[in-house]
């Protein structure tokens, strides 16, 4: 069929526009070229949080086809890519996929233990059998304890050395939901399970759809929702949560799948996960980092998995944390902000392979990342803007973050 001019002038608009299929990137292509302005018909929700990257949500995350665009741009199998704000593990996933080794540093536990179970190598068998096991004696355990406040307490009474925050559990969950959680929580403990650690992501996953919240707040809610309100999320009148087993049952199925389906692209290549604050750490040496550092005075991350930091009574470090929304985003807290960024990357550079790149992502409205540069003596190769229109629900506002492309040395 022969297209007009005008036809061919618009379908030709249409190309240009055409979102940035990451498979099809190499080292050739042009960062001019690329288009990563997915909207959410084009990048839904499900591609966004394949296979393991939703083993329990994360706000604040970089999607994963972000990642990998950077990934095949800049790095090569065997090669190694650091990340020294590893949050939830999405860098280190993608990169294993690609077969290049990752390392990623994060100073929350939490993060720490999330990145490390969606990165784990497993027997499929056995972790259907350990999950269905811990559920089974689960179920078994919670019919024979009628009392399930005295049960409450005869659990913690067993509880290993570390203690739970009961305090906050007592506020935050109802009477049956919190005897439900415990109950599987000293079954972990107790069962000698392989994959421990990956049912306490089940758990903790579970710990925070059940807490008493709205449905439409889960993120940061600030006080408990202890009677019916009107739901935004299902438009109509709805009560909070009083169980959890549900929960258990329902995300140990979708984790079963998700382990697998990521089980079948997973690869050898080396991934290392360390618990630590990265302005002090001392890094290995890399060939270069894919990063998204956290944005001032945006997110408290430790707060947005207290409830995981209260079960587990993991070691909470959130006076460590680098922009928290605590400190707000004033002139002062921006300074600051900035200063300890470029300490970070100041440690990235002293261990970076000559001719490293270095990604960053970031949502930078205060116009820090310049000085940061300056102040680093690193090259900007380029500066990538995207437009985060894809967002659905009470959060569907849109924002721009800026990818920033640095080399190291002048």
Not at 78 to 91: N, R
Not at 269 to 294: C, E, L, M, Q
Request: charged letters at 25%; hydrophobic letters at 35%; one cysteine or more.
């Amino acid at each position: 069929m022969q297209l007009t001019r005008a036809e061919r002038r618009s379908r030709s608009y249409q190309a240009e526009l055409r979102p940035t299929d990451p498979n099809k990137v190499t080292s050739k292509t042009k960062l001019e070229s690329l288009n990563l302005n997915w909207t959410e018909r084009q990048l839904p929700e499900k591609l966004r949080t394949k296979h393991v990257h939703r083993l329990h949500p994360y706000l604040g995350k970089f999607i994963p086809q972000l990642v990998e665009v950077f990934l095949r741009k800049f790095f090569k199998s065997g090669q190694t890519v650091l990340d020294p704000f590893s949050g939830s593990g999405t860098m280190l996933v993608q990169a294993n996929e690609l077969r290049i080794n990752s390392i990623g540093y994060d100073v929350s536990a939490f993060n720490v233990l999330l990145s490390k179970v969606k990165t784990a190598q497993y027997n499929i068998q056995k972790v259907r059998e350990e999950i269905g096991d811990i559920l089974s004696k689960t179920r078994t355990t919670l019919r024979k304890d009628q009392q399930t406040s005295m049960f409450v307490e005869e659990a913690l009474a067993s509880y290993r050395a570390t203690p739970v925050d009961l305090d906050y559990l007592k506020r935050w969950y109802a009477p049956q939901a919190l005897s439900e959680l415990l109950c599987y929580l000293t079954l972990i403990e107790s069962g000698g399970y392989e994959y421990g650690d990956l049912l306490k992501v089940i758990l903790c996953r579970s710990a925070r759809s059940a807490r008493l919240t709205t449905h439409f707040d889960l993120d940061f809610p600030k006080e408990p929702q202890t009677t019916a309100y009107w739901c935004y999320k299902h438009s109509r009148e709805c009560s909070p949560t009083t169980e959890a087993f549900k929960f258990l049952e329902r995300y140990s199925v979708d984790t079963v799948s998700r382990i697998e389906e990521f089980s079948r692209v997973r690869t050898d290549a080396a991934i290392d996960v360390v618990h630590s604050d990265s302005r002090v750490a001392i890094f290995p040496s890399h060939n270069g980092v894919v990063t998204s550092p956290p944005y001032v005075g945006l997110i408290d991350y430790h707060e947005q998995h207290a409830y995981a930091y209260a079960l587990l009574g993991l070691h909470d470090k959130r006076e460590q944390e680098i922009g928290p929304a605590a400190n707000g985003s004033s002139q002062k807290a921006r300074e600051k902000y900035k200063k300890e960024i470029t300490e970070v990357f100041r440690r990235v550079l002293d261990s970076i392979l000559p001719g490293g790149k270095i990604v960053v992502v970031a949502n930078d409205k205060a116009n820090l990342y310049g000085d940061i540069a300056d102040e680093l003596g690193v090259k900007v190769q380029g500066v990538v803007q995207r437009h985060v229109n894809r967002r659905t629900g009470r959060r569907s506002n849109d924002f721009f973050e800026s990818i920033f492309i640095w080399h190291a040395g002048r």
